[in-house]
T-cell receptor, first 115, second 117 residues
Framework: AQKITQTQPGMFVQEKEAVTLDCTYDTSDQSYGLFWYKQPSSGEMIFLIYQGSYDEQNATEGRYSLNFQKARKSANLVISASQLGDSAMYFCAMREVNTGNQFYFGTGTSLTVIP | DTEVTQTPKHLVMGMTNKKSLKCEQHMGHRAMYWYKQKAKKPPELMFVYSYEKLSINESVPSRFSPECPNSSLLNLHLHALQPEDSALYLC????????????????FGEGSRLTVL
């Protein structure tokens, strides 16, 4: 079974609008971390935001927020006030404490911001 | 600027060549990773070093040989590669995870784009 599922291969958003990128995960561990990364066409993977399994509040980092619904095992990324520079691939990832250094990545969502 | 440095940024090699990719970090991280990434696909884990010891090898062919000379450096030695090995090779590091840690994001380098002719 897939550990991380991203069901939106491609998304479009108008500049200055908000967009939600979906991510669901599968784990039986109680302790895990969820991450979102951005990868522009240049190739570098840029860390955006982190949510721990025990965090009760949704994580926020500037224009990025993570809509964490633990019971539904979802960790959607919300980007507010989209900018042209937000056009990139976005990957959701999970790290389970019991597997130590193993990160699981989703298949990614390609976001295009339209002027 | 990324705190994980990878060299070279681009590499073209023939199938009989021997080359190496290099990665360096000075954040004191104790876990270092090699990932392979094809276009429009997620990164695929190849190797993980934890405290300078190989802890994960994802059944990678022996034509890829990792080396961790010290806690700051990670190499990937390449020999007799195939054209299908052409990809972006990403190095990453993290603080390392024990059983009781659930944080520690991966810090990635900019990648080495490899073309095998």
């Amino acid at each position: 079974a897939q550990k991380i599922t991203q069901t939106q291969p491609g998304m479009f958003v108008q500049e200055k609008e908000a967009v939600t990128l979906d991510c669901t995960y599968d784990t039986s561990d109680q302790s895990y971390g969820l991450f979102w990364y951005k990868q522009p066409s240049s190739g570098e993977m840029i860390f955006l935001i982190y949510q721990g399994s025990y965090d009760e509040q949704n994580a926020t980092e500037g224009r990025y927020s993570l809509n964490f619904q633990k019971a539904r095992k979802s960790a959607n990324l919300v980007i507010s006030a989209s900018q042209l520079g937000d056009s990139a691939m976005y990957f959701c990832a999970m790290r389970e404490v019991n597997t130590g250094n193993q990160f699981y990545f989703g298949t990614g969502t390609s976001l295009t911001v339209i002027p | 600027d990324t705190e994980v440095t990878q060299t070279p940024k681009h590499l073209v090699m023939g199938m009989t060549n021997k080359k190496s990719l290099k990665c360096e970090q000075h954040m004191g991280h104790r876990a270092m990773y090699w990932y392979k990434q094809k276009a429009k696909k997620p990164p695929e884990l190849m190797f993980v070093y934890s405290y300078e010891k190989l802890s994960i090898n994802e059944s990678v062919p022996s034509r890829f040989s990792p080396e961790c000379p010290n806690s700051s450096l990670l190499n990937l030695h390449l020999h007799a590669l195939q054209p299908e090995d052409s990809a972006l090779y990403l190095c990453a590091s993290s603080q390392g995870a024990g059983l009781h840690r659930d944080t520690g994001e991966l810090f990635f380098g900019e990648g080495s784009r490899l073309t095998v002719l």
